[in-house]
T-cell receptor, first 114, second 112 residues
Framework: GDSVTQMEGPVTLSEEAFLTINCTYT??????LFWYVQYPGEGLQLLLK?????DKGSNKGFEATYRKETTSFHLEKGSVQVSDSAVYFC?????????????FGTGTRLQVTL | AAGVIQSPRHLIKEKRETATLKCYPI?????VYWYQQGPGQDPQFLIS???????DKGSIPDRFSAQQFSDYHSELNMSSLELGDSALYFC???????????FGAGSRLTVL
């Protein structure tokens, strides 16, 4: 079945440092890929997405490129802020049926310090 | 903009009791999904509905049931609660064929 593998956390960075959170996937067909963010005590918010190979999703300074050849969707940000501290989930959805449920990775906790 | 509304936000129950969680999707969204997120875990897909019919089923225990009503809201019914059912339960909604899910803030269930 489909699966998503993320790098384990926590990831601790100083403010303005460069961030990479690795994500690889296994899926049949051509899934769409997502990054969701969960701030403490809150729900899941869509951060960015990509629906086909070589697409780049971007939002709030975060970027991720859909790499079919390496089955990866790594999240990057050039300069993190304390307010970026949260748990980040990589996810994929298959295209079958009328409802496209998401399969999540285990999440990576990011802590940004001053 | 209207979001996905879940109620209650917090719920405390004893073992073997029952609980019902409600989810009100974004207007014009016809598909609802339920996820369970245990402490420190990733969200696990439970079940989904499209146009009031079950469309997919994940790791939902037999003690749980769910349905979607004519106004598209959904309810998750949990019976014979166990300690391990303590979790954050998320509802998400989407339009059919759109693979972007919008999540609610979640309902936190604590079983004592």
């Amino acid at each position: 079945g489909d699966s998503v593998t993320q790098m384990e956390g926590p990831v601790t960075l100083s403010e303005e440092a460069f961030l990479t959170i690795n994500c690889t996937y296994t899926a049949t067909g051509y899934p769409s890929l997502f990054w969701y963010v969960q701030y403490p005590g809150e729900g899941l918010q869509l951060l960015l997405k990509a629906t086909k190979a070589d697409d780049k999703g971007s939002n709030k300074g975060f970027e991720a490129t859909y790499r079919k050849e390496t089955t990866s969707f790594h999240l990057e940000k050039g300069s993190v802020q304390v307010s970026d501290s949260a748990v980040y989930f990589c996810a994929l959805s298959d295209q079958s049926g009328t409802a496209s449920k998401l399969t999540f990775g285990t999440g990576t906790r990011l802590q940004v310090t001053l | 903009a209207a979001g996905v509304i879940q109620s209650p936000r917090h719920l405390i129950k004893e073992k073997r009791e029952t609980a019902t969680l409600k989810c009100y999707p974004i207007p014009r969204h016809d598909t609802v999904y339920w996820y369970q997120q245990g402490p420190g875990q990733d969200p696990q897909f439970l079940i989904s509905f499209y146009e009031k019919m079950q469309s997919d089923k994940g790791s939902i225990p037999d003690r749980f049931s769910a349905q979607q009503f004519s106004d598209y809201h959904s309810e998750l019914n949990m019976s014979s609660l166990e300690l391990g059912d303590s979790a954050l339960y998320f509802c998400a909604s989407s339009r059919s064929g759109a693979n972007v899910l919008t999540f609610g803030a979640g309902s936190r269930l604590t079983v004592l």
